[in-house]
């Protein structure tokens, strides 16, 4: 069974203090490990897709990393509006119907 | 603007009345789904659909009924809702491929006492 565990579940930083959230993740055969972002009272925003170890994606402050068990979403000098929790999802060979999603590290950044 | 959309947003009803979430997606997805959010626990999902006519279970289906007559709308339907039916309700669309990711409406709060 799929597994996908988020940590630390909340984390509060100053405006410019940089920062990881970690997802570690147990799957058999990854075919992407997804990363989004969830603003109270909406629905999950696709951020990031990743496929393989070693890779990288960037956006803005983000910037998501890949190894064989877990991600790192690296927030680099974060500002008020990144204020949100951010969910990691795996999708593995059990078929493209299956999306395990952890449950968010809840980030709040204090001007 | 490509979207996801579901009615109501916010929902109160009684044990035991028939209610219907709608979801409609604007994007030609073949695939799409239902979930549900509930603190500690994360996104489950509920049902999903690969294409028209074709609907099968997910993790947590008991209690729930879907179809999906039509490749833009995917209708949850809580034929006799209970209280632990409480929760957040999220609608997703997607492309085939594997690395394609979720998009998700803006959800439903549904309450059920």
């Known amino acids: 069974e799929d597994q996908v565990t988020q940590s630390p579940e909340a984390l509060r930083l100053q405006e410019g203090e940089s920062s990881s959230l970690n997802c570690s993740y147990t799957?058999?055969?990854?075919?992407?490990l997804f990363w989004y972002r969830q603003d109270p009272g909406k629905g999950p925003e696709f951020l990031f897709t990743?496929?393989?170890a070693g890779e990288e994606k960037e956006k803005e402050r983000l910037k998501a990393t890949l190894t064989k068990k877990e991600s790192f979403l690296h927030i680099t000098a974060p500002k008020p509006e990144d204020s949100a929790t951010y969910l990691c999802?795996?999708?593995?060979?059990?078929?493209?119907?299956?999306?395990?999603f952890g449950t968010g590290t809840k980030l709040q950044v204090i001007p | 603007e490509a979207q996801v959309t579901q009615n109501p947003r916010y929902l109160i009803t009684v044990t035991g009345k028939k209610l219907t979430v709608t979801c409609s997606q604007n994007?030609?997805?073949?695939?799409m789904s239902w979930y549900r959010q509930d603190p500690g626990l994360g996104l489950r999902q509920i049902y999903y659909?690969?294409?028209?006519?074709?609907?099968d279970k997910g993790d947590v289906p008991e209690g729930y009924k879907v179809s999906r007559k039509e490749k833009r709308n995917f209708p949850l339907i809580l034929e006799s809702p209970s209280p632990n039916q409480t929760s957040l309700y999220f609608c997703?669309?997607?492309?085939?491929?594997?690395?394609?990711?979720?998009?998700f409406g803006n959800g439903t709060r549904l309450t059920v006492t």
């Open positions: 999802a795996v999708r593995g060979s059990g078929g493209y119907q299956k999306v395990t």
């Open positions: 659909s690969m294409n028209v006519e074709v609907t």
């Open positions: 997703a669309s997607s492309n085939p491929g594997l690395g394609s990711p979720l998009h």
């Open positions: 990743l496929y393989s």
């Open positions: 799957v058999s055969g990854l075919r992407g």
């Open positions: 994007m030609n997805h073949e695939y």
